[in-house]
């Protein structure tokens, strides 16, 4: 079973890409490949993931763990279940500094206090010392951001990082990362499976599906004139989405049928079961990626065949 299969995607430095898809098509696993923190029946069966001009891929795992949280860090969708339950956030913190740098103690206290103001805290040293248990679920994202940025790393991925939020909190944390990117010049690939956290933050967005990009393009252009069936779907549902009025009778729109199961996926594009402009050749095999203009690469027949 392949969850994610034959994807190619480049990152630049100090951007931000937005790998957009419904739950279930492989962004999380895409994620976790490029650290190689897959579950331990996972492998990736070839290919690379080119850092530079380093293979992670290659590495030993010892070489491997001096570039994770140092060069390359992860920003956790759930910060309740990534944070040690049992140490102060301070500590953990320092921890990641302590593993990379070569700092006294009280220069690490002094950064991770450093840190969590830059991340918004009011009174950095009474988080310092409180337990994940005791903050808040925006607070507890705040801590994981700054353990994320610690070692200014040059890549941050942010793992559905506001899919436990309500909106106001998504709002902050967009805005966090958006200052952190400005400031610091760290590139981030920011996983969601709602298209509105990519507005004025994402320079690019990839469109996912069943385990493939299907779409690529700038923010603005994905969401003004999406081209693939599935991406015009997603910002269809988000538009549907955006403020109604109130006490009104609404009917969101909805993608009709099921995401297919990874172990037993369709012949041919692997959407044609759910798309409405579906034409024969769609089911015989699958579309390569098309140019309709330039940059914007999209597989789907309805550009060519």
């Given at each position: 079973?392949?969850?994610?299969?034959?994807?190619?995607?480049?990152?630049?430095?100090?951007?931000?890409?937005?790998?957009?898809?419904?739950?279930?098509?492989?962004?999380?696993?895409?994620?976790?490949?490029?650290?190689?923190?897959?579950?331990?029946?996972?492998?990736?069966?070839?290919?690379?993931?080119?850092?530079?001009?380093?293979?992670?891929?290659?590495?030993?795992?010892?070489?491997?763990?001096?570039?994770?949280?140092?060069?390359?860090?992860?920003?956790?969708?759930?910060?309740?279940?990534?944070?040690?339950?049992?140490?102060?956030?301070?500590?953990?913190?320092?921890?990641?500094?302590?593993?990379?740098?070569?700092?006294?103690?009280?220069?690490?206290?002094?950064?991770?206090?450093?840190?969590?103001?830059?991340?918004?805290?009011?009174?950095?040293?009474?988080?310092?010392?409180?337990?994940?248990?005791?903050?808040?679920?925006?607070?507890?994202?705040?801590?994981?951001?700054a353990q994320a940025i610690s070692c200014k790393?040059?890549?941050?991925?942010?793992?559905?990082?506001?899919?436990?939020?309500?909106?106001?909190?998504?709002?902050?944390?967009?805005?966090?990362?958006?200052?952190?990117?400005?400031?610091?010049?760290?590139?981030?690939?920011?996983?969601?499976?709602?298209?509105?956290v990519f507005a004025g933050f994402a320079d690019?967005?990839?469109?996912?599906?069943?385990?493939?990009?299907?779409?690529?393009?700038?923010?603005?252009?994905?969401?003004?004139?999406?081209?693939?069936?599935?991406t015009q779907a997603l910002v269809q549902i988000?538009?549907?989405?955006?403020?109604?009025?109130?006490?009104?009778?609404?009917?969101?729109?909805?993608?009709?049928?099921?995401?297919?199961?990874?172990?037993?996926?369709?012949?041919?594009?692997?959407?044609?079961?759910?798309?409405?402009?579906?034409?024969?050749?769609?089911?015989?095999?699958?579309?390569?990626?098309?140019?309709?203009?330039?940059?914007?690469?999209?597989?789907?027949?309805?550009?060519?065949?």
């Amino acid at each position: 079973m392949r969850a994610v299969d034959d994807l190619s995607l480049a990152i630049r430095e100090g951007e931000v890409v937005g790998i957009l898809g419904e739950s279930g098509c492989g962004k999380s696993t895409l994620a976790n490949a490029i650290l190689r923190l897959l579950p331990e029946h996972a492998d990736c069966e070839q290919g690379a993931v080119l850092f530079g001009d380093r293979d992670l891929l290659a590495m030993s795992e010892s070489k491997l763990r001096d570039i994770r949280g140092r060069e390359i860090s992860v920003v956790p969708q759930d910060p309740a279940v990534a944070l040690n339950p049992v140490v102060n956030v301070g500590s953990q913190i320092a921890e990641v500094l302590r593993a990379h740098l070569p700092m006294r103690t009280t220069e690490r206290r002094a950064r991770v206090l450093e840190l969590l103001s830059e991340v918004g805290f009011d009174r950095p040293a009474e988080i310092y010392t409180a337990y994940p248990h005791q903050l808040s679920g925006g607070q507890r994202q705040r801590v994981a951001i700054a353990q994320a940025i610690s070692c200014k790393p040059a890549l941050v991925i942010a793992d559905e990082p506001t899919s436990k939020l309500d909106a106001p909190l998504q709002a902050e944390i967009i805005s966090l990362l958006a200052k952190i990117r400005s400031e610091h010049g760290i590139a981030i690939v920011m996983i969601s499976h709602d298209p509105a956290v990519f507005a004025g933050f994402a320079d690019r967005v990839a469109v996912m599906y069943a385990g493939r990009i299907v779409e690529i393009g700038t923010t603005a252009q994905v969401f003004r004139d999406p081209l693939h069936p599935y991406t015009q779907a997603l910002v269809q549902i988000a538009k549907s989405t955006i403020a109604p009025a109130p006490y009104a009778r609404t009917r969101f729109a909805a993608i009709e049928g099921d995401s297919p199961d990874p172990s037993r996926l369709p012949m041919g594009c692997r959407f044609h079961p759910r798309c409405p402009e579906r034409m024969e050749i769609c089911s015989q095999r699958y579309p390569q990626a098309f140019l309709p203009e330039p940059s914007r690469p999209v597989n789907c027949f309805k550009y060519g065949e």
